[in-house]
């Protein structure tokens, strides 16, 4: 069996060396591939764990494309999905392999596995790393029934601009919200920020959230 495993996240590269430590036939590329390069290759599976571009039909058609998602699709379908989960306070979700089609976070459920959504993104990362190892194994296996997925919503990928907190959300939202809204920025993604009078920004890398007093 061999494996073209396609991503540029760290941890969509972190679950492909996991792979490839199991002694699984794994080609890691950190790019767009060619129909022709794929052909060369002629893999059995074509993973896009994170990948945030559309893949031509002629790719997916032809070959087992799978993607990882971090949510419990259909919910949190489209971009950002753990940004877009944390902000709305979300706390238990889980990682999808589904099977690519044409449409984005739109083709058949494979496997999902429960993950927190609690502490900071590290945290979080390693919960998706540790399932989606997990459930590529099961996937290789191939004994799996495909679960046909119905989206109605599917939620853009945030601007960094939107990283802002501004004073309206100070003095409007709660310690939660503003909390999420720090831990969800941390690094690789454009941190949280406050814009002081003389237009300079602060970067709010890490947050404490003080615990209810009795």
Known sequence: MKI???GYRNWSIDIYK??????IKIKIVKKEVSLKAIKRYNPEFILFYGWSKKISKSIVERYKCIMLHPSKLPKYAGGSPIQNQIIRNVKQSAVTLFRMNEKIDRGNIIFQKKISLSGNLNDIFKRIVSAGTLLS?????????????????VYLRRKPCESEI???EIKSKNADY???KIRMLQDPYPNAYIKTADGKKIFLIQAKLEKNKK
């Open 18 to 23: 996991n792979l490839a430590k199991k002694k």
């Open 178 to 180: 503003l909390y999420n």
């Open 166 to 168: 501004t004073f309206k």
């Open 4 to 6: 073209l495993a396609i």
């Open 137 to 153: 194994l099961k996937l290789f296996k191939n004994n799996y029934k495909e679960k046909k997925m119905k989206v109605t919503k």
